[in-house]
T-cell receptor
Framework: RKEVEQDPGPFNVPEGATVAFNCTYS??????FFWYRQDCRKEPKLLMS???SGNEDGRFTAQLNRASQYISLLIRDSKLSDSATYLC??????????FGSGTRLSIRP | NAGVTQTPKFQVLKTGQSMTLQCAQD?????MSWYRQDPGMGLRLIHY???????DQGEVPNGYNVSRSTTEDFPLRLLSAAPSQTSVYFC?????????????FGPGTRLTVT
């Protein structure tokens, strides 16, 4: 079983829709959590960190559930430019930074 | 600022050849890392460095060497290339421990080993 699991998708949703992804992790010692975005054939870029209390950045909301060991990403009012692969990242030390394999999102007009 | 730069962008090697992937950053970051990305798998940490002269192994270090003689540069050496090392390689830097801070990635090197 992978230490960090994501639904690979693809999620294909219309512009303006709300879409949510989950990411589960297996090691309860995990301490830091992030969502990165990766466009096709490009490098990953930080979308947002995930805090225990949950956090919001514009149309994006991230939540952490330590008891059930998952993090989530909610995108409201989706735009065509949101089409990308979203990578969940879970870490517990400098040598244990685990990337999920990503969830592909495609927004259609 | 150029951020994190990597060269070459593409490379084809024959089995057994050696080569060095170059990585440089101009953000004065102490922390630098090398990852590989394979289809259907997340990025996997190869080696990382917490400062000039200090390196350590990540999850998949076998077949790779690194050194960090300056803050700016963090080259990755493939000692004897194998087809299993066909992958996309990303270098990253961060201002703090990469487990806790945003990582800035270079554009990647696409390596094929035949």
């Amino acid at each position: 079983r992978k230490e960090v699991e994501q639904d690979p998708g693809p999620f294909n949703v219309p512009e303006g829709a709300t879409v949510a992804f989950n990411c589960t992790y297996s090691n309860s010692a995990s301490q830091s959590f992030f969502w990165y975005r990766q466009d096709c054939r490009k490098e990953p870029k930080l979308l947002m960190s995930v805090y225990s209390s949950g956090n919001e950045d514009g149309r994006f909301t991230a939540q952490l559930n330590r008891a059930s060991q998952y993090i989530s990403l909610l995108i409201r009012d989706s735009k065509l430019s949101d089409s990308a692969t979203y990578l969940c990242v879970v870490s517990r030390s400098a040598s244990k930074i685990i990337f999920g394999s990503g969830t592909r999102l495609s927004i259609r007009p | 600022n150029a951020g994190v730069t990597q060269t070459p962008k593409f490379q084809v090697l024959k089995t057994g050849q050696s080569m060095t992937l170059q990585c440089a950053q101009d953000m004065n970051h102490e922390y630098m890392s090398w990852y590989r990305q394979d289809p259907g798998m997340g990025l996997r940490l190869i080696h990382y460095s917490v400062g000039a002269g200090i390196t350590d192994q990540g999850e998949v270090p076998n077949g790779y060497n690194v050194s960090r003689s300056t803050t700016e540069d963090f080259p990755l050496r493939l000692l004897s290339a194998a087809p299993s090392q066909t992958s996309v390689y990303f270098c990253a830097s961060s201002s703090g421990l990469p487990s806790s801070y945003e990582q800035y990635f270079g554009p990647g090197t696409r390596l094929t080993v035949t």
